[in-house]
């Protein structure tokens, strides 16, 4: 009788069932070629939700990179958080957008529902920063704070980045303090600030940036495994962001990117291990509201 009911047992665990996608919210791109397809940077290999869930089930560092302010991306986050807890128990989530002063109340929270106690104002018990929109975080927050796994920081405190701006520290010699990797992180700190910046302020800032990267790296080792990040796209990258202080932090374990882009934008392999391409928001000239302002 085994051998006749082994097979069917495994193709019952192979074809767990996942959450619905959800619909695209953002209107740019809809008509693209590239919209919705999930692709495997080393192989090129193009791969159905589910093959991508399955391939970064296996990782103990996730790192997913996101356009702050596209809706798409956070529906995305929420949906592979959800699919990752059908294939493996998770350990933890980590946000970019939580500072450690925030840890408390996140863990106050967390009880409160998992206790079936109200928490009341949401925002307003964890002390979320306005510069990330509630509308876009709140859904995913409150699904991670009512599951067993820890919601944590990864990202420095005020008093921190102040600290940086008055003395610029300096990293150990490593795979990210490497020149090159300096060099695309300063043009990119004055790229994405209009060329406006004084050139006397870009040594804190590319400092804030490597410190940042530090302190993610460091919370992923310290995170109960397996563990997913969520940040930003640059700060995600594995040629400039977290995966370098990895590896100077001698992680072990293995670590999976997935950076989720719109549709015209290009993700190289050594950027991620996949790229997921989702509609595009509106082009905004924030260097024109700069320039206002």
Avoid at 263 to 274: I, K, L, P
Wanted: hydrophobic fraction near 45%; glycine fraction near 6%.
């Amino acid at each position: 009788m085994r051998i006749f009911f082994l097979p069917l047992l495994l193709l019952l665990s192979a074809c767990q069932t996942l959450p619905p996608l959800p619909e695209w919210q953002s209107s740019g791109g809809r008509d693209h070629v590239d919209l919705g397809a999930i692709v495997d940077l080393r192989s090129g290999e193009r791969l159905s939700a589910a093959q991508l869930v399955r391939r970064l089930a296996k990782a103990d560092y996730v790192l997913v990179g996101e356009r702050h302010d596209n809706p798409d991306h956070h529906a995305l986050q929420l949906w592979l958080l959800q699919a990752l807890a059908e294939q493996r128990s998770q350990g933890s989530l980590l946000l970019e957008m939580l500072t450690p002063e925030q840890q408390p109340a996140v863990a106050r929270a967390q009880t409160q529902l998992r206790r079936g106690e109200p928490v009341g104002d949401l925002p307003v018990s964890l002390a979320w920063s306005p510069g990330w929109p509630w509308t876009l975080y709140g859904p995913l927050v409150s699904h991670a704070l009512a599951q067993p796994f820890p919601l944590m920081p990864a990202n420095l405190t005020r008093a921190e980045i102040g600290q940086i701006y008055r003395e610029v520290p300096r990293l150990p010699d490593g795979e990210s303090t490497r020149a090159e990797v300096a060099d695309a992180l300063r043009a990119q700190i004055i790229e994405s600030h209009c060329g406006m910046l004084p050139d006397s302020q870009v040594p804190a800032m590319l400092a804030v940036q490597q410190q940042r990267d530090r302190r993610m790296a460091a919370r992923l080792l310290a995170a109960p495994k397996p563990t997913l990040l969520i940040a930003g796209g640059f700060h995600v990258r594995r040629d400039l962001g977290a995966p370098l202080h990895l590896l100077d932090l001698g992680a072990a374990g293995n670590a999976q990117v997935l950076m989720l882009a719109e549709v015209g934008e290009r993700v190289a392999a050594q950027q991620a291990d996949f790229v997921w391409y989702t509609p595009a928001q509106p082009a905004k000239d924030y260097c024109e509201e700069m320039r206002k302002r």
